[in-house]
């Protein structure tokens, strides 16, 4: 079993920046690969950024030059660091954990809006 929390979300303007936290607990060990996902209303879940135990990352294209993802494996947490954000960058954002073996784990989201 894997516990994944998130924090960091909320109200920011166009052209500023937000940090999500995501911290993990329980059986951290079988964690290979972080993912962050992004859900706005009406359109699919879809990978935002990811990274793995080495620190291998891959990104969106939409997000590119401005999001950033790191990870802390003695804290057994990952960031999303995220600049010049857009309005459309508003959604819903979740810290998925890809195993090694086993179901993927997911965190509970936290809001992201970016007013124009």
């Known amino acids: 079993q894997v516990q994944l929390v998130e924090s960091g979300g909320g109200l920011v303007q166009a052209g500023g920046s937000l940090r999500l936290s995501c911290a993990a607990s329980?059986?951290?060990?079988?964690?290979?690969?972080m993912n962050w996902y992004r859900q706005a209303p009406g359109k699919q879940r879809e990978l935002v950024a990811g990274?793995?135990?080495?620190?291998?990352?891959n990104y969106a294209e939409s997000v590119k030059g401005r999001f950033a993802i790191s990870r802390d494996n003695a804290k057994n947490t990952v960031y999303l660091q995220m600049n010049s954000l857009k309005p459309e960058d508003t959604a819903v954002y979740y810290c998925?954990?890809?195993?090694?073996?086993?179901?993927?784990?997911w965190g509970q989201g936290t809001q992201v809006t970016v007013s124009s």
């Open positions: 998925n954990a890809r195993l090694y073996y086993g179901p993927d784990y």
């Open positions: 990274i793995t135990t080495s620190g291998s990352t």
């Open positions: 329980g059986s951290t060990f079988v964690i290979n690969i």
